[in-house]
């Protein structure tokens, strides 16, 4: 019986510790140490069901004893306020007033493209029409846009550019080649896209762009042939 409770702990903690290296994607609305009960819980009720062999004793003494882990964690949670942000993690500052934060998203697993998607779900289409951006610890998204946003995003921006590399899908949607896009980043003294977080344009001329490690800046070009979209 002791034994079923230390194996259970053991599940326990290590499940919690891969669910915080996992990132923010992995953990939906809930808090890490929520899920992971979640998922043995409906684990260990299982098994006694569908096995014989295993008496349904050993299924009621783990649950029982994730309920007490649980309880245990839900304390160091609200008393201990260190321990907070390692059981539940803490809220991740994608973007703040000199453009996205590189280093929070790598940390949470996540992408340019996988923000432009949260900001899209939040409302916000242009990178440059929010002024603050972040993953809450329970994974959702939330977003503080600027003054008269809505202005600022008449035109669906593609991402052209994503971490060094082009989009091609996107290129072919705009029916604009690399070139185009080189030529703006000569003209800013950008020899490489490599250099380049990120690169969005949209339909009316507008470019957001934003090279490591440093702040975005936003450029008005015309498109060839007066192209829009």
Same mark, same amino acid.
């Given at each position: 019986?002791?034994?079923?409770?230390?194996?259970?702990?053991?599940?326990?903690?290590?499940?919690?510790?891969?669910?915080?290296?996992? %990132?923010?994607?992995?953990?939906?609305?809930?808090?890490?140490?929520?899920?992971?009960?979640?998922?043995?819980?409906?684990? $260990?009720?299982?098994?006694?069901?569908?096995? /014989? #062999?295993?008496?349904?004793?050993?299924?009621?003494?783990?649950?029982? /004893?994730?309920?007490?882990?649980?309880?245990?964690?839900?304390?160091?949670? +609200?008393?201990?306020?260190?321990?907070?942000?390692?059981?539940?993690?803490?809220? #991740?500052?994608?973007?703040?007033?000199?453009?996205?934060?590189?280093?929070?998203?790598?940390?949470?697993?996540?992408?340019?493209? @996988?923000?432009?998607?949260? +900001?899209?779900?939040?409302?916000?289409? #242009?990178?440059?029409?929010?002024?603050?951006? $972040?993953?809450?610890?329970?994974? !959702?998204?939330?977003? +503080?846009?600027?003054? @008269?946003?809505?202005?600022?995003?008449?035109?669906?921006?593609?991402?052209?550019?994503?971490?060094?590399? =082009?989009?091609?899908?996107? +290129? /072919?949607?705009? %029916?604009?080649?690399? /070139? =185009?896009?080189?030529?703006?980043?000569?003209?800013?003294?950008?020899?490489?896209?490599?250099?380049?977080?990120?690169?969005?344009?949209?339909?009316? %001329?507008?470019?957001?762009?934003?090279?490591?490690?440093?702040?975005?800046?936003?450029?008005?070009?015309?498109?060839? @042939?007066?192209? !829009?979209?």
């Amino acid at each position: 019986m002791v034994l079923v409770i230390i194996r259970t702990a053991i599940i326990f903690f290590a499940l919690l510790v891969i669910m915080r290296l996992m %990132g923010k994607r992995q953990i939906g609305e809930m808090q890490p140490f929520e899920l992971v009960i979640t998922l043995l819980i409906a684990e $260990l009720a299982c098994i006694p069901m569908s096995d /014989a #062999s295993i008496p349904l004793l050993y299924g009621i003494v783990s649950v029982i /004893a994730i309920y007490v882990l649980h309880e245990i964690v839900m304390l160091f949670d +609200l008393k201990i306020k260190p321990l907070k942000s390692l059981i539940s993690g803490k809220p #991740s500052l994608v973007i703040n007033k000199n453009g996205i934060d590189d280093y929070q998203l790598k940390r949470n697993n996540l992408d340019v493209s @996988d923000l432009m998607e949260s +900001l899209r779900a939040a409302g916000y289409f #242009s990178l440059d029409c929010v002024d603050y951006a $972040l993953y809450e610890a329970n994974g !959702t998204f939330s977003a +503080l846009p600027k003054e @008269d946003y809505d202005k600022m995003q008449t035109s669906l921006p593609l991402v052209i550019i994503d971490n060094g590399k =082009f989009d091609k899908k996107n +290129l /072919a949607l705009c %029916g604009l080649g690399e /070139a =185009f896009f080189l030529e703006i980043l000569a003209r800013e003294g950008i020899k490489s896209q490599k250099k380049v977080l990120v690169l969005t344009a949209d339909g009316t %001329g507008k470019i957001y762009l934003q090279i490591k490690k440093r702040k975005f800046q936003v450029i008005r070009v015309s498109y060839p @042939d007066g192209k !829009t979209w």
